[in-house]
């Protein structure tokens, strides 16, 4: 008995020994060419104290970016019930045409920055079955009115959905294959559509099982951790080749391509940016740090990514002094 015990504890560290060289030893093959984009929300330019409008157009015509994902904060477009103002995003989407760039739109209740889900005050007290009615009406009127916009290269509906993060009433993973069928219905799957995952928490596998088309997961490398209360790296456990391996596992298994949605190039403080000192964001944000999660992204082999911090490049530029992160950002897309 002794000898099967120890015949079956041998096979099983062997397996886990290769699954660990398998997912985290060795070198990706390099991406060809770097689809580069960024992420763009209304509502944290506005937070930052800059105009919405100028940091968007800088965007894209001085650093020259093509590939954008604009979050689409559902309290921000409906302000009232049923009166949606598209005055905003219908300015960002002309303008993308103008300059030649491609919009992803992440649509939702749960969109990119904080606090993550965006109701709007006068649907925060409705009970969850009506809340989720008029999400399905907010995304009909969304999609209706940008399906047939040249500008429009993909759907992201909601935001890491399945990451337990932000201040939220609920979670649903029936609804949100609700949501995805009726994207793809109205817009009659002209548009891929992605959803998202966490780069750190998860294994893309949740995502990959809901309908879309693509999975978007996101990347950070150095981040405050609250639980913990100090400041924590990612970099000794999650090397380029995790991220690598897990993209072919989930086309593998699903036929689906794995694309980069937040590549890290703002800081994560603490406190808000507005309230840290320079010194401490650039604990985890300094012009070194950007360049080596630049790196990073390149050594994943991953073909896509989308960077999150366009808006605290520009503030930093604009308001604090710093342009060294904007220049850094040019000279990447001018590569």
């Not at 104290?49 to 894209?60: Q, R, T």
């Not at 904080?114 to 009127?141: D, M, R, S, V």
């Not at 799957?189 to 998860?202: F, R």
């Not at 082999?301 to 060294?324: A, C, F, R, S, V």
Request: glycine share 4%; proline share 4%.
């Amino acid at each position: 008995m002794q000898t099967i015990v120890r015949y079956v504890f041998l096979v099983l560290s062997i397996l886990l020994l290769v699954v660990f060289i398998w997912f985290f030893v060795g070198t990706p093959k390099k991406a060809e060419k770097i689809n580069w984009g960024v992420n763009f929300s209304q509502k944290q330019a506005i937070f930052l104290e800059i105009d919405p409008k100028e940091a968007y157009l800088a965007l894209l015509q001085d650093l020259n970016i093509k590939n954008i994902k604009i979050a689409v904060h559902w309290d921000l477009l409906e302000t009232e019930k049923d009166k949606y103002d598209f005055s905003d995003l219908d300015w960002q989407m002309s303008e993308a045409q103008k300059n030649n760039a491609k919009i992803v739109l992440a649509i939702g209740m749960k969109t990119p920055r904080w606090p993550e889900c965006h109701i709007p005050q006068w649907a925060i007290n409705l009970n969850k079955k009506q809340q989720q009615e008029q999400i399905l009406k907010y995304l009909t009127a969304v999609i209706n009115r940008y399906k047939d916009s040249s500008a429009i290269l993909a759907w992201q509906v909601e935001n890491e959905p399945f990451l337990a993060f932000g201040s939220c009433p609920w979670s649903d993973e029936n609804f949100l294959k609700q949501e995805i069928l009726l994207v793809k219905q109205i817009d009659q799957n002209k548009h891929p559509i992605i959803i998202t995952d966490s780069g750190e928490m998860s294994t893309w596998t949740r995502a990959s099982n809901m309908g879309g088309d693509m999975v978007g997961f996101t990347t950070y490398r150095m981040v405050w951790q609250e639980t913990l209360k100090q400041y924590v790296s990612y970099s000794p456990w999650y090397t380029p080749m995790f991220y690598y391996r897990r993209a072919q596992v989930i086309n593998m298994l699903y036929g689906k391509k794995a694309i980069g949605v937040e590549l890290q190039a703002e800081p994560w403080c603490q406190a808000s940016v507005m309230l840290a000192p320079i010194e401490e964001q650039q604990k985890t944000m300094s012009l070194d740090q950007l360049k080596k999660n630049i790196q990073f992204a390149k050594d994943t082999g991953i073909d896509t990514y989308y960077l999150w911090g366009g808006e605290w490049w520009y503030w930093m530029k604009e308001k604090q002094n710093h342009p060294e992160y904007w220049q850094e950002i040019k000279k990447l897309f001018a590569e």
